[in-house]
């Protein structure tokens, strides 16, 4: 499986900051193959994985905020650990 790291780049200006996380955090609400790693960190799955990379680079572009991408491949699904409540 083919996936994708978005790694945006916090700003040195607070304002564009807070506008690009309020934007991406909408975006990532409404794509179901996408992933919250941390703050600033994404994973994007198939399938539409263009569009949402697309989308989010858009915001960040929009706000000016610097972004980096990692292509990979997963040999293998990842491994569900859930521990009871």
């Not at 790694?7 to 909408?26: K, M, N, T, Y």
């Not at 198939?46 to 000016?64: C, I």
Request: proline content about 4%; overall charge negative.
């Amino acid at each position: 499986m083919r996936v994708v790291l978005f790694h945006a780049i916090q700003s040195q200006h607070p304002r564009d900051w807070l506008h690009f996380r309020q934007e991406a955090g909408v975006i990532v609400m409404q794509l179901k193959n996408v992933e919250t790693l941390g703050e600033n960190v994404w994973l994007i799955n198939q399938p539409d994985q263009q569009m949402s990379l697309d989308e989010l680079a858009k915001v960040a572009t929009r706000n000016g905020i610097s972004y980096r991408t990692l292509e990979f491949d997963l040999e293998e699904q990842w491994e569900h650990h859930q521990y009871p409540i």
